[in-house]
T-cell receptor, first 112, second 113 residues
Framework: SQQGEEDPQALSIQEGENATMNCSYK?????LQWYRQNSGRGLVHLIL?????REKHSGRLRVTLDTSKKSSSLLITASRAADTASYFC????????????FGQGTRLTINP | EAQVTQNPRYLITVTGKKLTVTCSQN?????MSWYRQDPGLGLRQIYY???????DKGDVPEGYKVSRKEKRNFPLILESPSPNQTSLYFC????????????FGSGTRLTVV
């Protein structure tokens, strides 16, 4: 079942610009997580924001969560070529079971 | 180095020939999970395990089996693979499960012909 839906599906920007990706979900959550996937490789956990948090920072990453709108955004500031990857949001909707549900991802391309 | 190791990385097999994809983690994590990734469908959970001898179905368990006899290993078994199981498979582990985020393996690209 698809819970998170990322927007846009693809994003292409110039190096140094900021990149913003959005995620919408349907049901109440424990937390929302963002992962990065380089082409064909495993996913790397970037940041987790809990349902009672509104904003979180980690280095050049800023995540916001609006539970009233059931949406989250991931901002990558001062983008670099190495940020080129697919970014996925994943929602933990379970209270006990291990149910991390991923969206379809946003394909981010940073042009030099 | 803390990691989740999957083997093999690539596998081409024929329909009906039983295969096992191994997954091992060296972080003493209790929680482990298998996902498959398909274009247009994203990542879908196949099975998960909350501890040794404790496993449960995810969203797409049909055609798969798992076992968790030891904490570090969580093999994925395809008893009779079919072409619709051609996919990119990921194993993941976590110290506290989905509530805290997963560490993923590098993936196994399986082709069933």
């Amino acid at each position: 079942s698809q819970q998170g839906e990322e927007d846009p599906q693809a994003l292409s920007i110039q190096e140094g610009e900021n990149a913003t990706m959005n995620c919408s979900y349907k049901t109440s959550i424990n937390n929302l997580q963002w992962y990065r996937q380089n082409s064909g490789r495993g996913l790397v956990h970037l940041i987790l924001i809990r349902s009672n948090e509104r904003e979180k920072h980690s280095g050049r990453l800023r995540v916001t969560l609006d539970t009233s709108k059931k949406s989250s955004s991931l901002l990558i500031t001062a983008s670099r070529a190495a940020d080129t990857a697919s970014y996925f949001c994943a929602t933990d909707t379970s209270w006990g079971a291990q149910k991390l549900v991923f969206g379809q991802g946003t394909r981010l391309t940073i042009n030099p | 180095e803390a990691q989740v190791t999957q083997n093999p990385r690539y596998l081409i097999t024929v329909t009906g020939k039983k295969l096992t994809v191994t997954c091992s983690q060296n972080m003493n994590h209790e929680y482990m999970s298998w996902y498959r990734q398909d274009p247009g469908l994203g990542l879908r959970q196949i099975y998960y395990s909350m501890n040794v001898e404790v496993t449960d179905k995810g969203d797409v368990p049909e055609g798969y089996k798992v076992s968790r006899k030891e904490k570090r290993n969580f093999p994925l078994i395809l008893e009779s693979p079919s072409p619709n199981q051609t996919s990119l498979y990921f194993c993941a582990s976590s110290s506290r499960g989905a509530h805290y985020g997963y560490t993923f393996g590098s993936g196994t690209r399986l082709t069933v012909v």
